[in-house]
């Protein structure tokens, strides 16, 4: 039986009393719903978005290319049309600060409301700086602020889903950020299609931090902590051990966080393979892949690719409640003791970044040695 102290033994509750919860309104219900969902789609568009721009901001800053809109750039038949810089660059720029985010956030108070300002802050200047870059590192800087926005706001958001007695959260969430790649995707092609410049797409495109920001600070109805048996222990010091205390302000040690940590690799290590073969593919090859003479060019072709992809993106992270399928292994995590849910679901969004890091590494040698073939091949 755990204990609090040496005089004072603490009721740990069992998981059946720990998922009750009491019956919610219907309209605080899906206020919430809906709140998720918009914050899965704004705090992933941004990092969809440098992705799927992701040849235009190589293309625009590259020495070798006279256009950025992909035409009129190969000179000789016998080479392929590349840029001088694999897009699996923008890829690590766009995931590295995310993946070192992931890391350090889990150990750290949830500060949820300074969080989430940051996060906002981060994503508009991400926008303005890839928009108005005349040299390529002002672009890549812009990308790595969408980046660190990005995965400061899935740890927190994450985290903050264990306050919520509603765990639905957790699929509107999902489905949110499949739908932040069709749309962000989506978007961005439709816009450069109609016309606009890359440049003032991202300008546009500011009105997601905006969505988000309403989201968190006007749709969603903030738990009480009080009054969230998911979130919370018995405070040994109440007579009858009902008092409960925040389990946001009854930290781990680092150390305990750490021994947290091996029991969630069965979880990590198949979800960090999956992504670093879809990244692999998405950011390694797909650039590569173009046919001649064709309706769009080059640039254009890269983009729809992009919204091709992330349309599978969006129905897949869209069907949890919809196709039910017993002991899923990623649902596992759910299973994690209640106290260390916080962390745990935090802790394993790592997996996915570290999949992507890998990819866009040996994206680039790839990217390379495919350039150097000749064409024909």
């Not at 007579?239 to 946001?248: H, W």
């Not at 935090?346 to 890091?357: N, P």
Request: hydrophobic letters at 45%; proline letters at 6%; charged letters at 15%.
């Amino acid at each position: 039986m755990p204990v609090a102290s040496d005089q004072m033994p603490v009721r740990v509750p069992e998981e059946a009393e720990y998922l009750e919860e009491q019956e919610e309104p219907e309209s605080g219900r899906w206020r919430n719903l809906i709140a998720f969902w918009l914050l899965g789609l704004c705090n992933n568009y941004g990092y969809v978005v440098m992705l799927s721009a992701a040849h235009d901001i190589l293309a625009q800053h590259d020495p070798n290319r006279h256009s950025q809109d992909g035409s009129g750039l190969v000179t000789d038949p016998g080479k392929r049309d590349c840029n001088y810089m694999s897009t699996g660059a923008i890829l690590l720029a766009d995931i590295i600060p995310s993946l070192l985010t992931k890391t350090v956030a889990p150990f750290f108070p949830l500060w949820v409301h300074f969080r989430m300002f940051l996060i906002i802050l981060l994503s508009c200047l991400g926008f303005i700086l890839v928009g108005a870059s005349e040299v390529q590192w002002v672009a890549i800087l812009g990308v790595v602020c969408t980046a660190f926005s990005s995965g400061l706001g899935e740890a927190t958001l994450l985290s903050y889903m264990a306050f919520f007695k509603n765990k639905n959260v957790i699929s509107t969430w999902s489905s949110g950020t499949g739908g932040a790649g069709f749309f962000g995707s989506l978007s961005y092609a439709s816009l450069t299609a109609l016309g606009l410049s890359p440049s003032t797409t991202l300008y546009v495109l500011l009105v997601v931090p905006a969505l988000m920001s309403f989201s968190f600070w006007v749709i969603l109805e903030r738990p009480q902590l009080e009054d969230c048996e998911s979130s919370t222990l018995p405070d040994s010091n109440s007579p009858d051990n009902e008092e409960r205390v925040p389990l946001a302000f009854t930290n781990d040690s680092f150390s305990e966080k750490l021994k947290s940590i091996p029991p969630l690799f069965k979880y990590m290590i198949p979800l960090g393979l999956v992504y670093f073969f879809e990244y692999f593919i998405n950011q390694g090859l797909f650039e590569l892949i173009y046919f001649d003479n064709i309706f769009i060019n080059h640039a254009e072709q890269y983009r729809w690719y992009q919204v091709d992809y992330q349309i599978g993106v969006f129905i897949s992270r869209s069907s949890i409640n919809l196709l039910q399928i017993n002991a899923i292994w990623l649902l596992a995590i759910l299973q994690v003791v209640p106290e260390k849910r916080e962390f745990s679901m935090a802790i394993t969004s790592l997996a996915d970044a570290l999949g992507i890091t890998i990819a866009g590494f040996l994206a680039m040698p790839a990217h390379n040695y495919i350039c150097g073939l000749p064409r024909h091949l």
